[in-house]
């Protein structure tokens, strides 16, 4: 990526915090990247240290208790349909929708006419290779079908980004590298901005450009990676002894071994 | 005419013969049951009256329903949607269920007479509890993924509620359905008994005053078809809008 690339999301001195029972409790803090368009950016850590909070406010459906998102420069307040999609980790699909009517449904709700609709639900459903597929409904699909489905209603809506939250989290490890690798195919085929949220380090150094650790609760960016692997991305490459070495680090930064880590975290 | 569905109409046949002897060889009285004959017999001597009296119950059933259905229906997602709201009804909801509301039938009368409209109304207020305790109780339970989903999208509330709430609660909604027009058929069946000018509850009332059972057994014939008309019309209902979520719990 060259410095010209423009950035597309941009966040400012983050901070959330939760008053459950009237105890304040500091979910995320201090929390300031940059992601450049066209990117795929993803953001691992250790369980409940507010990976899917910050997706949240990314996505606008919660808001921060202070600093801001900007996407494009603009800030985000609320869920901006035409701008952002978000992938969750329970594909979601509408059980009573077909598969294609779950993929023209955002058109729908932005007011895409009827025609253009189908359209672009066929050209997006055949991507994926799922065209004969249109007219099952979810529960027909299995788990990894399903998920391509949700992946392809967020791009229907022709979002600049993408924010997915553990997408392949429910499949086992073998299916989940063939997901990531079919989400690279449809990714270097459409352009978009990736930010995705996993706890798979393998996962997340295989797939992206860059990696952000997030530490413990409350939820700080401690290290920004740039896995610098060479595109198209093959499954040798997790075998590397880079990809050893960046995989060791993020494990140390997150906590795999705790006194390592709390020495770490002491010192930043 | 297949193995099975021979059977079947032969079953319905000999039923049919020994009920009949029972009553011709007089081995139970006639004041205590009708045979098909005496059916058939007041079907030929007194059709038009019935059917009359079987369109109005019919319309006072549907009149009730559409009622029931807009306040049960109103009432459900106000309490399920509002924390409040559902905390303040939700209990009052469950209670009057239980409630023998045949006692208020007098009352009924006073306020809307004894035509058609306190028949509605007694059946309206018999049948609108189970719709608006399960559509509370269905959006109260139903997946909040999906109200997620539906913000990041762009859902307006009203979107919120038509196009993801209201479809996702709309099996169980199906459900309260079933139990609430149960009891309107018999509410506005009872009350026709209890107290008015006309309707089937009436005609059976009526027959049976003047001792003319073939009449009475004709009305009660009537009644079962309304309760079977009613089954068909909400099993299709059921095919059409709660298939996706029996399929879906048989592969989860």
């Given at each position: 990526m060259s410095a010209l690339t423009p950035t597309v999301i941009e966040t400012r001195k983050l901070r959330k915090v939760y008053t459950p029972n009237d105890i304040a409790v500091l979910a995320l803090d201090d929390i300031s990247f940059a992601a450049e368009e066209g990117s795929?950016?993803?953001?691992?850590?250790?369980?409940?240290?507010?990976?899917?909070?910050?997706?949240?406010?990314?996505?606008?459906?919660?808001?921060?208790s202070s600093g801001e998102v900007l996407v494009d420069g603009a800030p985000v307040r609320s869920p901006m349909p035409g701008k952002i999609a978000v992938v969750f980790?329970?594909?979601?699909?509408?059980?009573?929708?077909?598969?294609?009517?779950?993929?023209?449904?955002?058109?729908?709700?932005?007011?895409v006419r009827s025609a253009e609709r189908r359209q672009r639900a066929d050209a997006m459903l055949s991507l994926v290779g799922l065209a004969d597929f249109g007219g099952r409904h979810p529960h027909e699909l299995s788990g990894g079908m399903r998920q391509r489905v949700s992946i392809v209603r967020g791009l229907a809506q022709n979002p600049r980004i993408i924010l997915m939250d553990e997408p392949f989290g429910a499949l086992d490890e073998q299916s989940r590298l063939k997901m990531g690798k079919e989400l690279l195919r449809i990714w270097s085929k459409t352009g978009k901005t990736i930010f995705f949220i996993t706890h798979s380090l393998t996962e997340a150094l295989f797939l992206s450009d860059v990696v952000l650790v997030m530490s413990q609760r409350p939820g700080r960016i401690v290290d920004v990676i740039r896995t610098g692997l060479p595109r198209p991305r093959t499954y040798d490459m997790v075998g590397s002894a880079e990809f050893g070495a960046a995989r060791n680090r993020i494990w140390k930064l997150i906590g795999g071994d705790q006194t390592d880590a709390d020495a770490g975290l002491t010192g930043l | 005419m297949s193995r099975a569905s021979l059977i079947r109409f032969g079953a319905i046949a000999a039923v049919l013969v020994v009920w009949e002897a029972v009553?011709?060889?007089?081995?139970?009285?006639?004041l205590l049951l009708a045979s098909p004959s005496d059916i058939v017999a007041a079907v030929v001597q007194s059709g038009p009256q019935f059917f009359r009296a079987f369109e109005l119950t019919a319309l006072e059933i549907?009149?009730?329903?559409?009622l029931a259905l807009v306040f049960g229906i109103g009432v459900g997602v106000a309490a399920g949607v509002s924390r409040f709201l559902g905390a303040v009804s939700g209990p009052i909801l469950s209670s009057l269920f239980a409630v023998p509301l045949i006692t208020w039938y007098p009352l009924f009368m006073v306020w809307f007479g004894i035509g058609s409209p306190s028949k509605i109304a007694y059946a309206v207020v018999s049948g609108v509890f189970p719709i608006a305790l399960n559509t509370m109780n269905g959006i109260r339970h139903l997946d909040r993924r999906y109200l997620v989903y539906g913000r990041s999208i762009g859902c307006s509330?009203?979107?919120?509620?038509?196009?993801?709430?209201?479809?996702?609660?709309l099996p169980s909604i199906i459900a309260g359905l079933?139990?609430?027009?149960?009891?309107?058929?018999?509410?506005v069946v009872?009350?026709?008994?209890?107290?008015?000018?006309?309707?089937?509850?009436?005609?059976?009332?009526?027959?049976?005053?003047?001792?003319?059972?073939?009449?009475?057994y004709?009305?009660?014939?009537?009644?079962?078809?309304?309760?079977?008309?009613?089954n068909l019309a909400l099993s299709a209902i059921e095919r059409r809008f709660t298939l996706w979520r029996d399929l879906q719990a048989s592969v989860t």
């Open positions: 795929f950016v993803s953001l691992v850590g250790p369980s409940g240290c507010g990976k899917s909070t910050l997706l949240q406010i990314l996505a606008g459906l919660i808001s921060s980790q329970d594909a979601t699909l509408l059980p009573w929708k077909t598969v294609i009517e779950n993929v023209e449904f955002p058109l729908e709700i932005q007011g | 009553r011709r060889f007089n081995l139970v009285g006639p549907l009149a009730a329903l559409a509330r009203l979107q919120l509620v038509f196009r993801i709430l209201f479809p996702l609660a079933r139990i609430g027009l149960a009891l309107i058929i018999i509410g009872v009350a026709e008994m209890l107290a008015s000018v006309g309707g089937i509850g009436f005609l059976i009332t009526s027959y049976r005053n003047i001792f003319e059972i073939g009449h009475v004709l009305g009660i014939l009537l009644s079962l078809l309304f309760a079977l008309l009613a």
